[in-house]
């Protein structure tokens, strides 16, 4: 959906492990779109975006019936659902909260040249209820309480009162601009305590009273960098005290604004970090096991274990077995720049033997040359996209390679292994062993300069057209 977006407005789409990042600065307005999946079955959609006309969105329910909880924190939206005639507004400060039923609908129009910014929470009930961590079956079985009574043959909608404690929750969210490791906690800590006071307002149909630690905004702002801090020395020995002087507060203060902005003490918000510091190099390094154990901060392997399945429902070992598997679909997709005396008999001599190679590795995607660039996204089994990849970094008929996205996906976009051509004119033409199919990337080309042409921000925009396109052969 993030990619319709970006699609749709010509934006740039950042695309992170866990969070995606939409930057928007055209005709069509300012500002960003962020995606964080805080967990399988919990993710929030931030909007910190101005657009220059009204825009219109159309949300067909899935038929998971998932839960969407939402809060203001400036502007406005008017909403409808299918069977109803008139718009609603909701206004700034305000909290929502609608539960979806499968085959309906619900259209949302954010109004042009006003600073909206809002956050959604989404929540699919059946993937909680599979999860085996403590946290998400607890959030599954309260929402079911909470909405046992609601009507299951129509969408449920409720608007809330204005509530300042849930604003302070959405506020941090919102302001937030980093997608990476560090911006990502900051962020999970926010999202449970917005869903637990917009639960709480619920519950109770009443304002919820202001609340605010007793530090000021500057102070807050030095707690929120204390993961830049702590994954810089991930491996030593960190006490509160210490902490506390580095950030020049006293440890009283430390910990009134670590539970404020995380919903953590100050020690669990460091196991948290170590712990996702772990999954991360289990992801991108070699590292073994034991390692990572040690070099995140813990003498015991069998601590570590522990308080790995306790945040990720499984034991160190059985994750990097399920992401480490050969077997498993991976994505790489680069750009970079062809030397100055390639010919057209090296680019044919490209796609005949990437042909008879990729299809005896079962590897799918697509490669465009243009001008002097290369852009291309493999897929398959992730060691032979390794394997491909590390050649291709070798390879001599080209240089400057900039990774744009790599990591492992749900299902292929391409049924079949294609070379695009693109012509000047702007028509991307893709064969698919016999047969045509053709995108108009005229719009992101167009009569760019050499400079443009290379930068990463363009062809992250062709990707985004590409898997949002209907290229998967049938044939």
Not at 33 to 44: C, D, K, N, Q, R
Not at 424 to 448: A, C, F, R
Request: hydrophobic letters at 35%; a negative charge.
């Amino acid at each position: 959906m993030l990619r319709q977006f970006a699609v749709d407005l010509n934006a740039d789409l950042i695309e992170d492990h866990g969070a995606s990042k939409l930057i928007l600065d055209n005709d069509r307005g300012t500002g960003r779109i962020s995606l964080y999946e805080v967990f399988p079955g919990l993710t929030a959609w931030v909007y910190n975006i101005k657009f220059s006309e009204k825009y219109h969105i159309n949300t067909e329910f899935a038929v998971e019936r998932p839960y969407y909880f939402g809060y203001h924190v400036s502007g406005f939206q008017q909403t409808k659902f299918s069977n109803e005639d008139e718009y609603r507004k909701i206004g700034e400060g305000q909290n929502f909260i609608v539960v979806s039923e499968p085959d309906n609908s619900s259209e949302f129009i954010i109004p042009s040249n006003i600073k909206y910014q809002c956050c959604y929470l989404i929540i699919n009930p059946n993937q909680l209820k599979d999860s085996p961590t403590k946290i998400k079956g607890q959030l599954e079985q309260n929402l079911s309480e909470i909405f046992a009574e609601v009507d299951t043959e129509e969408p449920y909608r409720y608007f809330g009162n204005i509530d300042l404690r849930t604003g302070l929750f959405a506020e941090i969210i919102v302001k937030n601009q980093r997608t990476d490791l560090v911006g990502r906690l900051l962020t999970e800590g926010a999202i449970l305590n917005m869903l637990a006071s917009q639960i709480e307002a619920h519950d109770h149909d009443m304002n919820t009273k202001s609340f605010q630690p007793e530090l000021s905004k500057s102070e807050l702002v030095k707690i929120s960098s204390i993961g830049d801090y702590l994954k810089e020395n991930i491996g030593g020995k960190v006490t509160i005290k210490n902490l506390a002087e580095h950030l020049g507060l006293s440890p009283k203060k430390l910990q009134s604004g670590v539970r404020f902005l995380y919903g953590y003490s100050v020690n669990q918000y460091l196991t948290n970090l170590r712990m996702e510091v772990a999954r991360e190099r289990i992801h991108t390094t070699d590292q073994s096991l034991s390692e990572i154990c040690y070099t995140v901060g813990f003498s015991s392997k069998s601590y570590f274990s522990k308080l790995f399945r306790e945040r990720f429902g499984m034991l160190p070992r059985d994750y990097k077995n399920s992401f480490k598997k050969d077997n498993l679909l991976f994505e790489v997709t680069y750009r970079s720049m062809a030397k100055a005396d390639i010919s057209n008999a090296d680019i044919e001599e490209i796609l005949r033997t990437s042909r008879v190679s990729n299809r005896a590795h079962n590897i799918t995607g697509s490669l465009i040359y243009h001008r002097k660039v290369f852009f291309q996204l493999i897929e398959g089994p992730k060691r032979e996209i390794l394997e491909l990849y590390d050649k291709i970094k070798n390879d001599s008929r080209h240089f400057d390679i900039a990774t744009m996205w790599q990591g492992a996906k749900p299902s292929r976009d391409f049924a079949d292994w294609s070379l695009a051509m693109l012509s000047d004119s702007g028509i991307l033409n893709i064969p698919h062993e016999g047969s045509t199919k053709n995108l108009n990337l005229g719009h992101l080309m167009g009569d760019i300069d050499d400079h443009s042409l290379v930068s990463q921000n363009l062809w992250r925009k062709v990707r985004n057209e590409i898997k949002t396109s209907s290229l998967v052969s049938t044939e």
